[in-house]
């Protein structure tokens, strides 16, 4: 009785709506959790439903935080929920988490889970963190007055587009359930103040040996937001910081990408002088939807300079035009060729989803 009615009392935020935001949102609401936050701006996709078991087919189009919402209610209308229908920035992220006695991480991007790392520092709340790509998960539970936090065991971001996305790279759906899980577990055992929390050991999961292993990890003294004498004081520009790192941006980041939409394309493809199409990602994405006549030609060839020795490419007096899933990864791949001398060439704007959505709907999005 006693633990229930703490965990009446009791507020967590759901930061994302998401993969891990799905199981998370559900068990709590199960478990009696007083006040759920749940933030998140986007709007259900189809290509969503494989994993952010929250929402279902008839939720496609609707915001997140509305859709999870009435799910949560389904299961326990006596849980009362705060929609922050925003995207979580350096602007309104203290505000929104300090009503908050646990934040449960449930985002897919660097910026924002800095973001979320820095912000439960700096308000001494516990990060209930979980991370999923591919076949893998991570879990953990950063607490700087425990024990490590976030940024003490990540210290720097990855270059973007070296991690892709859920979205971009998949992931297996079921394994939300795993790692969003063991997030509620800990979420609970601190709430109840019961058990061992997961402060200074990481999770490593592998779906695909299934197995669980934990890895110790220490707060490091030296840590720019929880050290000894710490430098971020306060939020800094996430995005900025995710951003690319300063030897890449001396070689790339110079050139502006040139970006052609699917439509142009389409008329430059059907014209005398059609471009030269390169897809930069690889076969199994390839294998999903593709646009004819292009020739496939993978980013890491472009980041260690071989791209430039295919003969496609290295006797081309063509324009190029570079396509990925949704554009990330050809701009990254544009940039390259640019540094590397090429003129004339573009980026897909939105990749061939948009190719997909725009000129041939005959193919299936991912
Ligand atoms: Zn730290």
């Known amino acids: 009785m006693e633990g229930q009615q703490r965990l009446a009392a009791s507020k967590v935020l759901v930061v994302g709506a998401g993969g ?23 709007v259900v ?41 925003v995207r979580l920035d350096s602007s309104n992220a203290l505000e929104i988490l300090r009503d908050y ?29 979980g991370s999923i790509y591919r076949f893998d998960g991570q879990v953990s539970v950063w607490w ?10 990540f210290p720097d971001p990855p270059p973007p587009g070296a991690v892709p996305s859920c979205a971009e790279g998949g992931v297996l759906g079921v ?22 929390p997961l402060v200074g050991r990481l999770l490593v999961h592998d779906a695909l040996r299934m197995s669980w292993d934990a890895l110790t990890v220490r707060k490091d003294p030296a ?19 995710c951003g690319l790192p300063v030897a890449a941006r001396d070689q790339s980041e110079a050139f502006d990408v040139p970006l052609i939409g699917a439509s142009a394309l389409a008329t430059e493809l059907a014209s005398d002088a059609p471009p030269l199409v390169v897809d930069v990602r690889g076969p199994d994405e390839r294998s999903i939807a593709s646009i004819g006549g292009s020739v496939a030609i993978h980013l890491d060839e472009f980041r260690d300079g071989s791209a430039f020795e295919h003969d496609e490419l290295a006797s081309t007096g063509r324009r190029i035009v570079l396509h990925c899933k949704v554009g990330a990864r050809s701009a990254e791949a544009t940039r390259l060729a640019l540094a590397a001398g090429y003129t004339d060439v573009s980026s897909l704007d939105g990749g061939v989803l948009a190719w997909v959505h725009d000129v041939d709907p005959t193919q299936p999005e991912y």
């Open 20 to 42: 891990l935001g799905s199981p998370a949102l559900l068990y709590l609401a199960a478990a009696g959790v007083g006040t759920l936050g749940v933030v998140d701006a986007d």
């Open 45 to 85: 996709e189809t290509s969503n439903l494989q994993r952010q078991v929250i929402h279902g087919d008839a939720d496609v189009g609707r915001l997140k935080t509305e859709s999870a919402a009435e799910a949560v209610a389904r299961v326990n209308p006596h849980v009362t929920v705060v929609r922050h229908d």
């Open 101 to 129: 006695d646990v934040v449960l991480d449930g985002t897919d991007n660097f910026p924002t889970r800095y973001l979320v790392g820095d912000a439960c520092v700096l308000l001494g709340k516990p990060h209930v963190w």
């Open 144 to 153: 700087a007055e425990h024990g490590p936090c976030y940024r003490c065991v």
């Open 175 to 196: 394994l939300c359930a795993a790692v969003g899980s063991v997030q509620v577990a800990e979420t609970v055992k601190l709430l109840l103040g019961i058990g061992e």
């Open 223 to 241: 840590c720019p937001v929880c050290g000894e004498s710490p430098t971020v004081t306060g939020l800094i520009d996430y995005p900025q910081f």
